[in-house]
Nanobody
Framework: QVQLVESGGGLVQPGGSLRLSCAAS????????MSWFRQAPGKERELVAG????????NYADSVKGRFTISRDNAKNTVSLQMNSLKPEDTAVYYC?????????WGKGTLVTVSS
């Protein structure tokens, strides 16, 4: 069974940092592009960051550029999102995505709350 399992979410104060991780199983991980999406209350799901299958290229939403960093470890079948200088507007459920067209897999999400 294919599984993407996120971890690392929680409550953090504005200006703080958090690191999310996603562990994949049941897929040939190194063939998939990996991404982090998020969905805040009342808003549509948006792409936060993406990384190509070999890790050679990354892309970020303008709202997180310079604050978030996506990385992957193909030997461990994991992708991470380092989040720094967190803002209340970063509060959302964060989802891990694996893509190899036409295939998409999603994790169940992990909640990040940025509040004082």
């Amino acid at each position: 069974q294919v599984q993407l399992v996120e971890s690392g979410g929680g409550l953090v104060q504005p200006g703080g940092s958090l690191r999310l991780s996603c562990a994949a199983s049941g897929i040939t991980f190194s063939r998939y592009a990996m991404s982090w999406f998020r969905q805040a209350p009342g808003k549509e799901r948006e792409l936060v960051a993406g990384i190509t299958s070999a890790g050679g290229s990354t892309n970020y939403a303008d709202s997180v550029k310079g604050r978030f960093t996506i990385s992957r470890d193909n030997a461990k079948n994991t992708v991470s999102l380092q989040m720094n200088s967190l803002k209340p507007e970063d509060t959302a459920v964060y989802y891990c995505n694996a893509r190899l067209v036409p295939i998409d897999y999603w994790g169940k999400g992990t909640l990040v709350t940025v509040s004082s």
